[in-house]
Each structure stands twice: as structure tokens, then as C-alpha cells.
């Protein structure tokens, strides 16, 4: 079994900056990939970027290429360090484990309970 905790939400204002944090227990999740969530008010969780076990190679939703960057300092902690941020942004996000380079929330195996991110005009 898999436990994924998030923190770093909060509420700032539109051009700030967050880094979100997610860090894993239960098994070493080395050989795993880790990605990030999101999900706003009334509408379907979307992907927002994902992570290889060694961190060599990320992959990001089009809305926050350039914006937000994923990382991972070691097997079991990945991050979400969002710059430039806009209301559009505001959503629950989570973090999330699977074994498939994909973008479907489906296909991702263990979930944290999120964290809020609110940006206001």
C-alpha cells in the first residue's frame, strides 16, 4: 500500500508563485512514476505534468508548459513549484502514482487527498 500526502496550497494572488510538495510512504516508490492532478469546481480532474522514477524526463498539460515544473529529489518526494500563477489555476491538487507514461487519471494506481490552490485576480 501506498500513502501520498500533500502540502503547500494556499491562496495568493494572481502573478504569485507555490511550490506543492508530495511526499510517499508505505514502499519505495522508486520505480514509479508520479504525477500531478488537478481539479476545479464542477469540472473533471486533469492531468497537469508527470515524472520518470529517475527524473530525467517530464511531461507537462499545454495550460502550465512553461509555468509549472515538476520534480523529484528522490524516490518517494515529488514537487510542483508554480510560478506565474492565474485564477484559471485554482483547483484541488493532487498527487498520484502509477507505472504507465500516460495522462489518464485512470491509469494511476494510489492518490493523495490534495491540496487547495486558490489564486485570485
Known amino acids: 500500500q501506498v500513502q501520498l500526502v500533500e502540502s503547500g496550497g494556499g491562496l495568493v494572488q494572481a502573478g504569485d508563485s507555490l511550490r506543492l510538495s508530495c511526499a510517499g510512504s508505505?514502499?519505495?516508490?522508486?520505480?514509479?512514476?508520479m504525477a500531478w492532478f488537478r481539479q476545479a469546481s464542477g469540472k473533471e480532474r486533469e492531468f497537469v505534468a508527470v515524472i520518470s522514477w529517475g527524473g530525467s524526463r517530464t511531461e507537462y498539460a499545454d495550460s502550465v508548459l512553461d509555468r509549472f515544473t515538476i520534480s523529484r529529489d528522490n524516490a518517494n518526494t515529488v514537487y510542483l513549484q508554480m510560478n506565474s500563477l492565474k485564477p484559471d489555476d485554482t483547483a484541488v491538487y493532487y498527487c498520484?502514482?502509477?507505472?504507465?507514461?500516460?495522462?489518464?487519471?485512470?491509469?494511476?494506481?494510489?492518490w493523495g487527498q490534495g491540496t487547495q490552490v486558490t489564486v485570485s485576480s
Open positions: 498520484a502514482v502509477g507505472r504507465a507514461w500516460t495522462m489518464s487519471k485512470e491509469d494511476y494506481d494510489y
Open positions: 508505505g514502499r519505495t516508490l522508486g520505480s514509479l512514476l
